[in-house]
């Protein structure tokens, strides 16, 4: 199934579309069984977050999501960098979302250990397709060298993991992270890359156009199954394409 891309004048603007997406599914799920959302850290999702926080706060059900997170980095909950910290700052402290629905990554317990506890946590809570845990929606961010979540360009063997989360490490910071492998993120029902500012515009370009140099950056190699990649980009993000 061929990507969707979306392009949007502002952050704003295309942090609306997504939390209209989101009311959209999360209404139209399976009532029998919870909608099952991965979260990406990073400073984009900030705008949406904020939306959720606040416009937003009452119009998603949220007795019936499971939120989980596609990376964290390995320190505590209210350490400034944890993912599961902005989001809690951001917006989750704002709606009602029953704490047993929250399935945060537990970056101030030993790497190993959590990310095999972690993945009994997805297991137990997601549906299974081709024998893997598939998320109804992973929200993921590019960095700056083509990563996604946490999987970095020195370490591509994780997007071919037999593993449901692996551990790994920030290659310029070294900081341990915990971070879903290749193939849970490409089982996904629908993958969104939420990607905004000039400085990413190229890698997007390299992509989206499956380049050669593309195929360095692990954010080339997820493309779901059987579900759907949608891309959400302002404006300048798209620059190039
Ligand atoms: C993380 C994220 C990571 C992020 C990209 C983009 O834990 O940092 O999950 O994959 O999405 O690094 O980050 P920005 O949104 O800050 O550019």
New binding site residues.
Partial sequence: MEPTIKIFGNQLLLARELVQELQHKTRAANENRPFTLAL??????ETLFSLLGNQFSSSINWDHILLFW????CVPPDHEES?YGQANKIFMNKINIPQENIFRIKGEDEPEIEAERYSKEILEHTKSINGLPSFDFVL?????DG????IFPDQMKLLVSDKICEVSNHPVTQQK?ITLTGKVLNNADTVAFLVS?EN?AEIVWNIINNTKTAKGYPAAHIFPSTGKLEWFLDHEAATLL
Avoid: V
């Fill in positions: 990406s850290g990073g400073s984009t999702p596609g990376d964290e980095r993912n993921l961010g590019i960095g700056n990563h996604t979540a946490s992270r500012g990413k």
